[in-house]
């Protein structure tokens, strides 16, 4: 009885094993949606550029200028989970994104998968870049092309253990990678274009919930408390909510389209810290891209 019973127990681990193993294998895009992705436009990829901040996370810190396209990577991200290390996603065959097809970009930011088949760590927010179009990811790859080629591999990430087994996120994505809006159109009178348009910038490209938004305790964003301001990821402080019940949410749509294009708030203040470069980014969409963001946020469930 007592071998059977073992023998039995024995059976439902391994199928338990090899259920958790597919579960938790990557996932890259459908064959048929990378066989159908468009030839990218650059032009249109520069407005995806500075909306997705490309550039605050691989630049070089404090970068300016042009020194912005040069995107060798290296910068650390702090967490408490392990320090993370920006990438090399410039142009350079080799250390950089170079040798990439449109299919493997495709995947690294719509389903966190890498041209080699292994899961990326979230501190890349494709959670929110789910959510983009596939031709604007197109185009996006399409610019990044023309960029500056910058020779030299950024670190490793340094995590401890159990965070360092890559195979474990395939359950965190589960949970949290969804393409799916998070916020529900508006009843009321509202610019509905300019609304859903916002809805993609703030959710997709811009991923302004990555820090604006508290998360559990696995690291998932909690949607239930969206925009409302999160301890800051990478540092002491907190990072100030967008929503209704934020300082924030006195602002009108001119004032938050102001502040993204100029860095100051209705009350004289200017931008500061890890906003910096994001208000830097916001500054170069055109002008109706900063209007819907803020169409968005002031039309946010209270």
Sequence with gaps: ???????????????G???????????????????SLPTGDAARGEVMFWAGGCASCHAAPGAKGDDKLRLGGGLKLETPFGTFVAPNISPQDGDGIGGWSNADFANAMLAGVSPDGAHYYPAFPY?????????????????????PEVAGKASDHELGFPFNIRRGLGLWKLLNLSAEPVVAAPSGDVDTDAWQLGRYL?????????????????????????????????????????????????????????????????????V???????????????????????????????
């Design 127 to 147: 959670a929110s870049y789910a959510r983009m179009k596939p031709e604007d990811v197109s185009d996006l790859f399409a610019f990044m092309k023309t960029l």
């Design 202 to 270: 703030v959710e997709g490209p811009g991923h302004c919930g990555e820090c604006h938004t508290p998360r559990d305790a696995l690291g998932g964003l909690d949607k239930s408390q969206w925009l409302a301001g999160a301890p800051a990821a990478t540092g002491d402080g907190k990072v100030p909510g967008l929503d209704a019940g934020s300082d924030a949410g006195g602002w009108s749509i001119s004032d938050i389209a102001y502040y993204l294009e100029s860095g100051f708030t209705p009350e004289y203040d200017s």
């Design 272 to 302: 500061g810290g890890e906003m910096v470069p994001v208000q830097e980014n916001m500054a170069k969409l055109p002008a109706g891209h900063r209007e819907a963001i803020a169409t968005y946020l002031t039309n946010l469930p209270k």
């Design 17 to 35: 094993g090899a259920a958790g193993w597919v579960l938790t294998a990557p996932q890259p895009l459908p064959e048929a949606a990378l066989a």
């Design 1 to 15: 009885m007592l071998k059977k019973l073992a023998a039995t127990l024995g059976v439902l681990a391994m199928a």
